[in-house]
């Protein structure tokens, strides 16, 4: 059994390529909730969509995010009206956030929901919200922020939702902190601990280590009992020579006083991580890595490359020794 | 000033027979909200929007309802879920209660939300809601209702909401009782009753008078103000030679012991109504309507006929002597 620790788009790969030499029934995603949003009276769960879609082959390839064959009629009538339209919602994919929102009214927690979704795109994954509670992301801002034509001047110091930072502002503004909303009142989703606890592999997905993975190690219980099993926790750095494949996970880690590197990331994991897998071009970290008291396994970690995802997958399982 | 008490579909073509004639900076429409509905977690007013659809000339002319060149993609999405999909919400027209939904929770109230679409759709008229409070139609079953592919099975005396019996169920079964939830404690729109003390001219569209009209005088403060503008309301007969062009209205006068008829008509009507128009088909009931107290008219009032919705809207006009 492997248990994934996700965010959205670079999680979604690593589980594809996992999916590529596993059976899905094998597989656990504990999915990062801090991103979701409620807009327009809808609930809308961005990374366990794009967790979805992408292991469905229904991922939009030209936004990367929402749904193939996709049409903005909804969206277009919204920008007649001069509503809120920064946040875009295709047409299919808001089929995915009415049935959330109405199965959520009728009762279901995300859990459920969520295990239906994936279920009714034909999946065999468990995918598990990190939490059915409230918890959101919120981004303080490090500068002034001027107006334009779809959002308001804000001041330096001000507190923005994750959303309004990477999508609103295309997460261009400078950061100073990063707050978990909600995370000390919200218990772990069903099953997460358990995946947790009974997993013989664990992986942290290479995603956004502030924004995506933080999120998810900020549920009071998650971080103890990754903590507990760190001999089986195998981190995939989503830094590779100091860059972020996509977003912006090496500027906030500056921002925030870390260091864009896989240093960074080692030093942001090692007390629930054991294994910290780097691509070759930071092979010469690999020591440094090592003092820091991890093990390190160098190997090409950039999963659009021809073959990279399926060999990656297999020495995430090797790194662990299963 | 002509103030127009409104249902979807019927009223609609009332009123834009009257646009044809006067400026639609004369016209108040006062429109049910007796079906609306919340349906995941939007806010779905069906005959604001029918009436702001048809002035626009954007009506869907293959349903009736919704929006022309409509796509169903979140619905398919919906139905691949096995999610509740028999109220049909068409993408663009998801758009309209996206807005509506947002504005709401931004804490506009419906009356001000619905001036904004209707704005949008660059109309001149002045839309107003019965209220903005919580009022919902509900429908008593005559007779136990089988199971479907769609929904469960209900005994006779169930209560249904106006939406599940009109829309889920096709108006296909028989019904008991119509009740208005709410209405004890909603309080008229702003604007309402004053559309009604101002008018020069007050006009109960041919609609519905069970469930489209009554849930309008349901609300606290609107039947009275009618009452005392009683010599200026002229109504127009929504039943002609004993049926309704369109939907139950004469079936549910029949269930709930009215005559379905223009007399039936004219007495739910008398109290408030000081001139009714009959179509020509029922002429022999002229004398019958004056012996109730009031004035009939007699004229062509299918209104999808040539020429008929223009003369009809004179008739309206010249009826009140103005």
Redesign the interface.
Request: charged share 20%.
């Given at each position: 059994m492997i248990t994934v620790i996700a965010g959205g788009v670079g999680a979604a790969r690593m589980l594809r390529a996992l999916l590529q030499v596993i059976d899905s029934s094998e597989v656990t995603a504990i999915v990062n909730v801090g991103d979701d949003l409620e807009?327009?009276?809808?609930?809308i769960s961005p990374d366990l969509d794009t967790v979805t879609y992408t292991l469905a082959d229904a991922i939009n390839p030209e936004t990367g995010w929402g749904?193939v064959n996709?049409?903005w009629?909804?969206?277009?009538?919204?920008e007649?009206?001069?509503?809120?339209s920064w946040f875009g919602?295709?047409?299919?994919?808001?089929?995915?956030?009415?049935?959330r929102?109405?199965?959520i009214?009728e009762g279901a927690d995300l859990t459920t929901v969520t295990a239906?979704?994936v279920s009714?795109w034909g999946l065999g994954l468990n995918v598990l919200p990190a939490t059915c509670d409230r918890l959101r992301t919120m981004v303080t801002l490090a500068s002034d922020d001027p107006s334009n034509d779809h959002f308001k001047s804000l001041t330096a110091g001000s507190e923005i939702s994750f959303q309004e930072y990477f999508v609103q502002r295309h997460h261009s503004v400078p950061v100073s902190a990063v707050r978990f909303d909600g995370a000390e009142s919200c218990q772990p989703g069903p099953g997460v601990i358990d995946a947790i606890n009974d997993a013989d592999l664990i992986v942290i997905a290479p995603s956004n280590p502030i924004v995506s993975i933080a999120p998810v190690l900020a549920v009071p219980g998650i971080r103890d009992a990754l903590i507990n099993r760190r001999n089986v926790v195998t981190a995939v750095s989503p830094i590779i020579a100091g860059a972020a494949l996509k977003g912006p996970a090496d500027r906030m880690m500056s921002e925030l006083g870390h260091d864009a590197s896989v240093l960074g990331v080692a030093a942001l994991y090692k007390d629930f991580v054991s294994t910290l897998i780097i691509d070759s071009k930071d092979s010469r970290q690999k020591k440094a890595i090592q003092d820091l008291g991890l093990r390190c396994v160098v190997t090409e970690t950039v999963m659009s490359k021809p073959g990279v995802s399926e060999s990656l997958a297999l020495t995430v399982l090797a790194g662990a020794n299963l």
């Open positions: 807009l327009h009276g809808l609930r749904l996709e049409s009629q909804a969206r277009s009538m919204l007649q009206y001069g509503g809120v919602l295709g047409d299919r994919d808001l089929g995915t956030h009415l049935y929102t109405h199965r009214s239906e979704i009714a």
